[in-house]
């Protein structure tokens, strides 16, 4: 009742205590019965609402899906959803902060309902359009200049980046011939976090390229190790001291992915079950979805079937302090198993690539 109310103040404040529920709780049952209430709210406050209230609105379509994970029911979310927000993230008039909350819910929608490849292929495309207008138009420019766009051209970067992962393979090699020569120039932007998108896109474009092809050979990789390695360790005293520090540090990571092809695991712990990030294609799904979920991520990976296939957790698990206490194994033991079942990875987006494959298009 409140999101279809007249007072613009009234749906925003509907909106957001809607996202703090459907972030910090699984309420499957609860929207299922409302879904289609709930998108047709969703979808009148993108489109008549003011900046604020769309932002908000674009949070809440997320996390929806999230709820519902990958089904009919999302699908149909997306059906009515997908033609708005593409529409806004392409419309230079609307507010570049509408734009980006926009590409931000396209991306996830997309990469958590899309079977169809070709809602899959048109979304990228929508993404590409903004995001490459941040590419400089002559190559050899020695720097980029941020505009008030550059956090539009972010977000579209990232959104695009994680469908990237869920593509059949060979239009994952269209796809790194297209801007693996032109991402780099992004390195030189003047904003840190495009700075930051551009290197972790990098990174996980190069991981991605070596998984279809071993000998994969990239001929500039001595300037693009150089610029890394300069990024690596900036010293350059009109950057600001925690802007150099987060820089340096993601920039050491992505320098060794690209030149030793080494990715430096990291550990999330939830309840009794933890999770090793191993490769750059976990962290730009798990890095997504902890933006969109926020403090409520560690209760989604132990109760949300759908994150938990992502993550190839397995069901949930339910266990009580006394059987948890004679189950602890070694972490060494722990980090092997975590492994062999994040390898799954490859096979599970495999299937999502089977799913998905183009009919009659070999390689």
């Given at each position: 009742?409140?999101?279809?109310?007249?007072?613009?103040?009234?749906?925003?404040?509907?909106?957001?205590?809607?996202?703090?529920?459907?972030?910090?709780?699984?309420?499957?049952?609860f929207i299922m019965e409302r879904r289609m209430t709930l998108t047709d709210s969703i979808e009148r406050c993108i489109k008549k609402g003011k900046s604020e209230?769309l932002c908000a609105a674009a949070g809440l379509a997320c996390l929806l899906c999230v709820q519902m994970g990958s089904g009919i029911e999302s699908e149909e979310?997306?059906?009515?959803?997908?033609?708005?927000?593409?529409?806004?993230?392409?419309?230079?008039?609307?507010?570049?902060?509408?734009?980006?909350?926009?590409?931000?819910?396209?991306?996830?929608?997309?990469?958590?309902?899309?079977?169809?490849?070709?809602?899959?292929?048109?979304?990228?495309?929508?993404?590409?359009?903004?995001?490459?207008?941040?590419?400089?138009?002559?190559?050899?420019?020695?720097?980029?200049?941020?505009?008030?766009?550059?956090?539009?051209?972010?977000?579209?970067?990232?959104?695009?980046?994680?469908?990237?992962?869920?593509?059949?393979?060979?239009?994952?090699?269209?796809?790194?011939?297209?801007?693996?020569?032109?991402?780099?120039?992004?390195?030189?932007?003047?904003?840190?976090?495009?700075?930051?998108?551009?290197?972790?896109?990098?990174?996980?474009?190069?991981?991605?390229?070596?998984?279809?092809?071993?000998?994969?050979?990239?001929?500039?990789?001595?300037?693009?190790?150089?610029?890394?390695?300069?990024?690596?360790?900036?010293?350059?005293?009109?950057?600001?001291?925690?802007?150099?520090?987060?820089?340096?540090?993601?920039?050491?990571?992505?320098?060794?992915?690209?030149?030793?092809?080494?990715?430096?695991?990291?550990?999330?712990?939830?309840?009794?079950?933890?999770?090793?990030?191993?490769?750059?294609?976990?962290?730009?799904?798990?890095?997504?979805?902890?933006?969109?979920?926020?403090?409520?991520?560690?209760?989604?990976?132990?109760?949300?079937?759908?994150?938990?296939?992502?993550?190839?957790?397995?069901?949930?698990?339910?266990?009580?302090?006394?059987?948890?206490?004679?189950?602890?194994?070694?972490?060494?033991?722990?980090?092997?198993?975590?492994?062999?079942?994040?390898?799954?990875?490859?096979?599970?987006?495999?299937?999502?690539?089977?799913?998905?494959?183009?009919?009659?298009?070999?390689?």
């Amino acid at each position: 009742g409140f999101l279809s109310s007249n007072s613009a103040k009234t749906r925003q404040a509907a909106l957001e205590s809607l996202k703090s529920a459907f972030s910090s709780k699984i309420l499957y049952e609860f929207i299922m019965e409302r879904r289609m209430t709930l998108t047709d709210s969703i979808e009148r406050c993108i489109k008549k609402g003011k900046s604020e209230e769309l932002c908000a609105a674009a949070g809440l379509a997320c996390l929806l899906c999230v709820q519902m994970g990958s089904g009919i029911e999302s699908e149909e979310i997306f059906k009515t959803l997908g033609p708005v927000l593409k529409k806004i993230v392409s419309d230079g008039t609307a507010s570049v902060q509408a734009r980006q909350a926009c590409a931000t819910c396209l991306g996830i929608c997309c990469f958590i309902v899309t079977d169809d490849i070709t809602e899959l292929y048109s979304t990228m495309e929508c993404l590409e359009s903004v995001f490459t207008k941040a590419y400089p138009r002559d190559r050899d420019t020695n720097g980029v200049s941020s505009t008030p766009s550059t956090v539009l051209h972010i977000s579209a970067l990232l959104a695009w980046t994680l469908l990237l992962t869920i593509c059949p393979m060979n239009e994952v090699k269209k796809k790194i011939e297209t801007h693996l020569h032109k991402l780099p120039s992004m390195l030189s932007c003047d904003d840190v976090n495009m700075r930051i998108a551009a290197g972790e896109t990098l990174a996980l474009l190069f991981e991605l390229a070596r998984e279809t092809d071993a000998d994969f050979f990239y001929e500039d990789m001595e300037l693009l190790t150089e610029k890394l390695r300069a990024l690596a360790t900036d010293g350059n005293k009109h950057r600001a001291k925690v802007d150099k520090r987060k820089q340096r540090s993601v920039f050491r990571d992505v320098l060794r992915a690209v030149e030793e092809r080494d990715f430096p695991t990291e550990t999330v712990k939830f309840g009794p079950e933890r999770m090793y990030i191993d490769c750059w294609v976990k962290k730009q799904t798990y890095d997504t979805f902890k933006e969109i979920l926020g403090s409520g991520m560690q209760y989604h990976l132990q109760s949300n079937d759908f994150l938990r296939n992502v993550f190839e957790l397995g069901p949930p698990v339910m266990l009580d302090a006394a059987t948890l206490k004679t189950m602890k194994i070694s972490r060494f033991e722990r980090h092997l198993y975590n492994s062999a079942a994040f390898k799954a990875r490859t096979k599970a987006r495999s299937k999502c690539r089977d799913k998905r494959a183009d009919v009659g298009e070999f390689f």
